[in-house]
């Protein structure tokens, strides 16, 4: 009786095994732990403030991010699922919540200074006034900053991106 597995199974296998054999066991990047993300005024929208979480293995970074300030939005949470090559870190973000369309993608620069990161992300707009739905980009500068870095609690105002 031959038992054989697909040739794409067997082959992404071997390549994969190959990878991890080649590159050695996976370490915890520098960018693990936790971050503020500072979100400035823009529009009509407030100064923002989150907390996010990142796991960083390799080049794949994924983070909890869940907002701290303004305080009456600390329910919302999102997951953000990227990469990180040389000094850049892009990837997207989701809410948590299905029934909440906020989602989008996050490009950041790791700066001078290893403790911030900076950039902007990117996000559908929707605008609904009756009979008129208009949706626009929104393009927002914005900053990662390492949790030791800076006391608690911070103003989302006080930080400049």
Not at 17 to 29: D, E, I, T, V, Y
Not at 74 to 95: I, Q
Not at 139 to 152: E, F, G, I, N, Q
């Amino acid at each position: 009786m031959d038992i054989s597995f697909p040739i794409s199974v067997s082959f992404a296998s071997a390549v994969r095994g190959a990878r991890q054999r080649r590159a050695g066991p996976r370490r915890r990047g520098s960018l693990h732990g936790e971050w503020w993300q500072h979100i400035p005024a823009h529009g009509r929208q407030p100064a923002k403030l989150d907390l996010v979480s990142c796991r960083h293995t390799g080049d794949e970074l994924t983070a909890t991010i869940r907002r701290v300030e303004p305080e009456e939005q600390d329910h919302k949470r999102w997951t953000f699922l990227g990469h990180v090559r040389n000094s850049m870190v892009f990837g997207a973000f989701f809410s948590d919540d299905p029934n909440d369309l906020s989602y989008g993608t996050i490009f950041l620069r790791v700066g001078v200074e290893a403790t911030r990161l900076d950039g902007h992300y990117t996000r559908l707009h929707v605008v609904d006034s009756g009979k008129l739905r208009q949706e626009e980009i929104a393009d927002v500068a914005h900053c990662w900053s390492r949790l030791r870095t800076l006391a608690w609690p911070v103003s989302p105002a006080s930080v400049d991106v």
